[in-house]
């Protein structure tokens, strides 16, 4: 019994100390999990040698309900309770016994997990896990010593079962039963009044494997040392042991954070559903128009309102009441007709400098020809000799390190839409490039 104390109490200082080196950081991660589950008990104790009447005869089921708090990614505390039976039975030349005791088992017990990102990762499906404790046992021994018909079992050398005993002066007359397997008597010591419940030590090893994101399935085999010797009514110097190899579903309630990222350990995640960083009262997560200004009155979306619908907000709109259909400049302001003539003037002028350029240019005339006669000549399908300016790739549009005429002209056609950084002086050189290689 030293051993066992010994092999408990170490356990429990070896989580301790792994829970303490954690950090105060270390903080529970999910709501308790509850686990409900079925399994077999299997008795180790005084009896159960000899001729059996079965193979399955030591062996019964129970069921198990576990309720778990994982506290950081090392440990875990349980409390569980579980309910069976327990039985053997044996026969020998020199005594037959058989036994079998409802039992009811409570334990609380310290579990070490193994997915806790030095072993396992923490996502990883499979999560090998220890398990140490203390409980409370309480069981009930009853014996099969009778038939259906309250005739007592005789057991005689032979192996059979009569109704009389085998040295009786009518052994004679002697009928032979079968036995019903049903415990109807109570089993008792003759000379000690024990007590039917013992403290116990579980210790256990398990696998769990993760179906889905609140759903674990447990295999798991759970071993206790009791502190008593009387579970099947007969004392012979060691306590009884027993196992519970166990099956059993468990849900995690909540939401398991992901605390592989310490900086996210103290993060409200749950608040942030409700932010609203610019303070419009509309929410970030329905906001069309984030960062609007302080003070700035907004529709159901967010964005600043635009009562006259000129496209200029409220806000921003020097003129309120703008006539629908009206063409403005960005202040809100209708631009007058003169106005939109000289701008309509200033924006055909620039089409016509741009036309003349890509069209009437006799440069790029040239170099379509040039282009062409090298096509014809096959030097299309060469490799490129020269890399092309760091300056100039962004003309490279196919990405194959040549420039083309019609990259040229794309690169002439954003700058005069003003969406590139090519430049006069950079046409050049692209032009220059472009004989060159």
Same mark, same amino acid.
């Given at each position: 019994m030293k051993n066992y104390l010994s092999v408990f109490f170490f356990f429990f200082i070896t989580i301790g100390g792994v829970y303490s080196q954690a950090g105060e950081d270390e903080k529970p991660k999910q709501l308790p999990s509850v686990a409900l589950g079925v399994g077999i008990l299997t008795f180790d104790g005084d009896i159960g040698i000899g001729i059996k009447p079965s193979k399955y005869s030591k062996i019964r089921g129970g069921f198990n309900l576990t309720v778990e708090e994982r506290i950081g990614k090392y440990i875990g505390v349980s409390i569980s309770g579980m309910y069976g039976k327990l039985s053997d039975n044996e026969s020998t030349e020199s005594r037959n016994l058989n036994f079998e005791s409802k039992v009811i088992q409570a334990d609380l017990c310290l579990l070490a997990h193994f997915d806790n990102d030095l072993i396992f990762d923490r996502k990883s499906i499979f999560a090998p896990y220890l398990m140490a404790g203390v409980g409370f046992l309480?069981?009930?021994?009853?014996?099969?010593?009778?038939?259906?018909?309250?005739?007592?079992?005789?057991?005689?050398?032979?192996?059979?079962?009569?109704?009389?005993d085998e040295s009786a002066p009518d052994y004679f007359n002697a009928v032979e039963l079968k036995r019903d397997y049903k415990y109807e008597t109570q089993l008792k010591d003759s000379v000690n009044n024990y007590n039917r419940?013992? @403290? /116990?030590?579980? $210790? +256990?090893?398990?696998?769990?494997?993760?179906?889905?994101?609140? @759903? /674990?399935?447990? $295999? +798991?085999?759970?071993?206790?040392?009791t502190m008593t010797d009387w579970i099947d009514n007969y004392k012979s110097g060691k306590n009884d042991k027993y196992l519970f190899t166990h099956f059993s579903l468990q849900y995690n309630f909540g939401k398991m954070e992901d605390d592989s990222r310490p900086e996210y350990r103290k993060v409200d995640f749950s608040s942030l559903d409700n932010l609203d960083t610019d303070g419009d009262h509309v929410k970030?997560?329905?906001?069309?128009?984030?960062?609007t200004p302080a003070g700035v009155k907004v529709d159901g979306l967010g964005c600043p309102l635009d009562v006259d619908g000129d496209g200029v907000p409220d806000y921003l709109d020097k003129e309120a009441n703008t006539i629908a259909g009206a063409k403005v400049d960005e202040t809100g302001a209708t631009l007058s007709d003169s106005t939109l003539a000289l701008r309509q003037a200033q924006f055909d002028s620039l089409a016509t400098e741009r036309s003349k350029l890509l069209f009437e240019n006799p440069t790029l005339a040239y170099l379509y020809e040039v282009e062409a006669k090298?096509?014809?000549?096959?030097?299309?399908?060469?490799?490129p000799t020269l890399q092309i300016p760091d300056k100039l790739k962004p003309a490279d549009k196919n990405h194959d390190g040549i420039i083309t005429v019609d990259e040229i002209t794309g690169a002439i056609d954003s700058f005069f839409d003003g969406d590139s950084n090519f430049t006069v002086e950079k046409i050049n050189d692209l032009i220059d490039f472009f004989f060159e290689q």
């Amino acid at each position: 019994m030293k051993n066992y104390l010994s092999v408990f109490f170490f356990f429990f200082i070896t989580i301790g100390g792994v829970y303490s080196q954690a950090g105060e950081d270390e903080k529970p991660k999910q709501l308790p999990s509850v686990a409900l589950g079925v399994g077999i008990l299997t008795f180790d104790g005084d009896i159960g040698i000899g001729i059996k009447p079965s193979k399955y005869s030591k062996i019964r089921g129970g069921f198990n309900l576990t309720v778990e708090e994982r506290i950081g990614k090392y440990i875990g505390v349980s409390i569980s309770g579980m309910y069976g039976k327990l039985s053997d039975n044996e026969s020998t030349e020199s005594r037959n016994l058989n036994f079998e005791s409802k039992v009811i088992q409570a334990d609380l017990c310290l579990l070490a997990h193994f997915d806790n990102d030095l072993i396992f990762d923490r996502k990883s499906i499979f999560a090998p896990y220890l398990m140490a404790g203390v409980g409370f046992l309480k069981f009930d021994p009853y014996g099969d010593l009778k038939d259906a018909d309250g005739k007592t079992y005789y057991y005689w050398r032979d192996g059979s079962i009569k109704d009389i005993d085998e040295s009786a002066p009518d052994y004679f007359n002697a009928v032979e039963l079968k036995r019903d397997y049903k415990y109807e008597t109570q089993l008792k010591d003759s000379v000690n009044n024990y007590n039917r419940s013992s @403290i /116990d030590f579980p $210790l +256990g090893v398990g696998f769990k494997f993760k179906l889905a994101y609140n @759903i /674990d399935v447990n $295999l +798991g085999a759970t071993y206790y040392l009791t502190m008593t010797d009387w579970i099947d009514n007969y004392k012979s110097g060691k306590n009884d042991k027993y196992l519970f190899t166990h099956f059993s579903l468990q849900y995690n309630f909540g939401k398991m954070e992901d605390d592989s990222r310490p900086e996210y350990r103290k993060v409200d995640f749950s608040s942030l559903d409700n932010l609203d960083t610019d303070g419009d009262h509309v929410k970030d997560k329905d906001d069309k128009c984030p960062g609007t200004p302080a003070g700035v009155k907004v529709d159901g979306l967010g964005c600043p309102l635009d009562v006259d619908g000129d496209g200029v907000p409220d806000y921003l709109d020097k003129e309120a009441n703008t006539i629908a259909g009206a063409k403005v400049d960005e202040t809100g302001a209708t631009l007058s007709d003169s106005t939109l003539a000289l701008r309509q003037a200033q924006f055909d002028s620039l089409a016509t400098e741009r036309s003349k350029l890509l069209f009437e240019n006799p440069t790029l005339a040239y170099l379509y020809e040039v282009e062409a006669k090298a096509k014809e000549a096959g030097k299309n399908n060469a490799k490129p000799t020269l890399q092309i300016p760091d300056k100039l790739k962004p003309a490279d549009k196919n990405h194959d390190g040549i420039i083309t005429v019609d990259e040229i002209t794309g690169a002439i056609d954003s700058f005069f839409d003003g969406d590139s950084n090519f430049t006069v002086e950079k046409i050049n050189d692209l032009i220059d490039f472009f004989f060159e290689q």
